[in-house]
């Protein structure tokens, strides 16, 4: 092989590697893609390139970002074949908090018709992370403004305590009322306690006596048998006596609140109740049931509500000197949360801290728009006295941030907890 001959095939060898880094550089395909034009106000940091997912499934590609007048004008790369719908929405997703962006396509319905090719759409901005910090945080020093100052939130917590006033002077009246039986049944109690326990003192003595032959029920039994028959009855009556205290003791041991929450929603300017059955077993430790968002789902209300009406509540709870622990059903959803008193036995022991997260997996559409993070609530409740306090709260602060503000009322029930204690008495077994 002479010299020009292995010039030559050198100089092809080259030019085949330079045309293939050419190629791949230059991010050429053979793939047949058609254009659509998505425009933005924001697109949070969403790099050339990135990719286009449809439904989750890679189907094109961003050719270019510019800026059009006081827009942002993402131009997209879709893969030939790929059916966009006309009701599709554009927007800017994430693989992680911090990880890289890419453009969601929300898939539309067949009825809506198809995209054509060469269509600008309009997408839906996505705002930053530091923004949405930013916001969060000025929410947070709106809120304890409003709390140490005569802002709005003063003004509808006196306008929601006014509408009450009626309510909780009928619930004195009924727990005033209630209270000489409950009373009442509570002295019969120990007085009949009192009595079992006179009962199981003289039986003691009668068995002993009987035991050792002594006085005239000791004569009559004098027979061994008999004194054995005699030794039984009396200890088969104390057993039951034992029994009886213990059940006594068991009607008394539970305690009951009913409680009502009122909660008004300034976004929609409507109104929801959640009420509800607290039951303490014992100290420390409750079951709570009752419903959610109560509400006639006919009700017109103004602006979109995202809550879901008329769920369950249930859940189990710790009472942990400054704070309550609970974990069950939130809203018709798994979840958790805390109540925590900040100032614990002091003079503002009266605030409450209040942090609960549900519904963990949500990832669905609401009333048109899609949700994909779990529900966090975060609030302030301040007890008026022992029946009533109010607060407010920021629901939803990974989506649609609302203000609501609440108003509790709490009384404890005495009759439920009897008729708790006598359900018990089925579960007592005696022992001999």
Same mark, same amino acid.
């Given at each position: ?41 924001d ?35 879709v ?86 006033k ?22 019969r ?5 009192a ?26 039994v ?6 054995e ?15 009886a ?31 509800g ?10 079951? $709570? =049931?009752?419903?959610?968002?109560? %509400? #006639?789902?006919?009700?017109? +209300?103004?602006?979109?509500? @995202?809550? &879901? ?23 018709g ?29 949500r ?23 022992? $029946? =009533?306090?109010?607060?407010?709260? %920021? #629901?939803?602060?990974?989506? +649609?941030?609302?203000?609501? @503000?609440? &108003? ?24 001999r």
């Open positions: 092989m002479n010299g020009e001959t292995k010039v030559g095939i050198f100089v092809l060898v080259g030019s085949i590697l330079f045309g293939t880094a050419i190629f791949l550089l230059g991010d050429y395909s053979f793939e047949r893609f058609y254009p659509v034009y998505a425009e933005f106000s697109v949070a940091g969403l790099p050339d390139k990135a990719v286009v997912k449809l439904s989750g499934v890679e189907v094109g590609k961003i050719k270019r970002i510019y800026l059009k007048d006081d827009k942002v004008i993402v131009q997209l790369a893969r030939d074949g790929v059916k966009i719908y006309r009701d599709a929405r554009f927007l800017v997703g994430s693989t992680s908090m911090i990880g890289s962006k890419f453009l969601e396509v929300d898939q539309g319905t067949p009825a809506a018709g198809v995209l054509e090719a060469g269509t600008t759409v309009r997408g839906e901005s996505a705002v930053p992370l530091d923004r949405a910090l930013a916001n969060a945080v000025a929410s947070v020093e709106g809120l304890v403004k409003d709390l140490r100052g005569n802002g709005d939130l003063g003004q509808n917590l006196n306008d929601v305590l006014n509408n009450l009626d309510v909780t002077a009928n619930i004195n009246d009924l727990v005033a009322t209630s209270q000489p039986h409950a009373e009442k049944a509570m002295e109690l120990d007085s009949i306690t009595k079992l326990d006179a009962m199981l003192t003289k039986t003691d003595q009668i068995v002993d006596k009987i035991n050792s032959g002594q006085g005239v029920a000791g004569a009559l004098s027979d061994q048998k008999m004194k028959n005699v030794s039984d009855t009396l200890n088969n009556l104390k057993d039951a006596s034992a029994s205290k213990a059940a006594l003791g068991r009607i008394g041991g539970y305690r009951t609140f009913l409680k009502w929450d009122f909660k008004y929603d300034p976004a929609t300017k409507g109104s929801k109740d959640d009420f059955i607290k039951i303490y077993p014992r100290p420390g430790r409750y079951y $709570y =049931l009752g419903g959610s968002n109560m %509400l #006639n789902k006919k009700d017109r +209300v103004q602006g979109t509500d @995202y809550e &879901t009406l008329n769920t369950i509540d249930a859940q189990l709870g710790w009472e942990l000197n400054a704070f309550d622990l609970y974990a069950g059903i939130l809203r959803a798994g979840g958790a949360g805390m109540r925590w008193k900040p100032f614990f036995n002091s003079k503002w022991d009266r605030l409450v801290v209040i942090v609960e997260g549900s519904d963990f997996t990832y669905r559409r609401i009333k048109g728009r899609m949700f994909r993070n779990p529900r966090y609530d975060v609030g302030v409740d301040v007890a008026l006295n022992k $029946y =009533l306090s109010a607060g407010v709260r %920021l #629901n939803d602060l990974a989506e +649609v941030k609302r203000v609501q @503000y609440t &108003t509790r009322l709490v009384f404890e029930d005495k009759d439920i907890s009897y008729l708790l204690g006598f359900a018990t008495l089925g579960s007592l077994k005696s022992t």
